[in-house]
């Protein structure tokens, strides 16, 4: 797809989604990025700047908020006037058995990685379908297709995001917006080294990059003919 010029990403303060700010700002989209962390966001803007071609701002937003979402929305397409691309990335998990999970942290881990794609895609769908085009890329993981176990509530949320693509395909499919899921494998960021860090040190080198992700979600984006609406893209570790 030739004609993308804008894009938000989740979660893109560090780790796949700063990673795949990277790329896009590179092949010279605008970028909105956001984080609940706002001194990661501003580092992450810093780095983009420097090695991008297209805009980029970076906003502080609870993507479990409606209120947040919508202000975030709406000033991105008051600045770029059109949201061309959602990668919903932003992601937490707790490592836990099932019966040790407080309804807090079931709340939280469904609101981030599961409410929050719901959100952004429920804010930007209608200006997509108004524009006849879109991209929006919901990353899962492998723990989106196979329980494991003491991350129950992680795998159901990313179970679900499969669910809601599959789902929001079929709605928009007459519009030209292609929906689709990425399951990644193993990969080096430090939500994965804050699950453990010892084994984080013992296996990383096995583990993906985070821009081989990054990579794979920007083919998904421009490589229309290859990755069609509604599928589930495996990227093994």
Known sequence: MSNMNTALVTGGGRGIGKETAILLSKKGLNVIICSRTQKEIDSAVKEIKSLGNGQIIGRKCDVSVYSEVNTLVTEALEIYGRIDVLINN????????LID?????????????????????????????????????????????????D??????????????????????????????????????????????ARYYELNKHKMLHPRTVAEKIADMIFNDNEYRNGITVDLPS
């Open 101 to 149: 999970t407080t309804e807090e942290q079931w709340d939280q881990t469904l609101d981030i990685n599961l409410k929050g794609a719901f959100l952004f895609c429920k804010g930007i769908v209608p200006h997509m379908i108004e524009s006849n085009c879109g991209v929006i890329i919901n990353v899962s993981s492998g723990a989106g297709k196979v329980g494991f176990e």
């Open 151 to 196: 991350i129950s509530v992680y795998c159901a949320s990313k179970f679900g995001m499969i669910g809601l693509t599959e789902s929001l395909a079929r709605e928009v499919a007459n519009h030209n917006i292609r929906v689709m899921t990425i399951c990644p494998g193993e990969v080096a960021t430090k939500m994965q080294e804050d699950v453990d």
């Open 90 to 97: 932003a992601g937490i998990t707790y490592v836990k058995k």
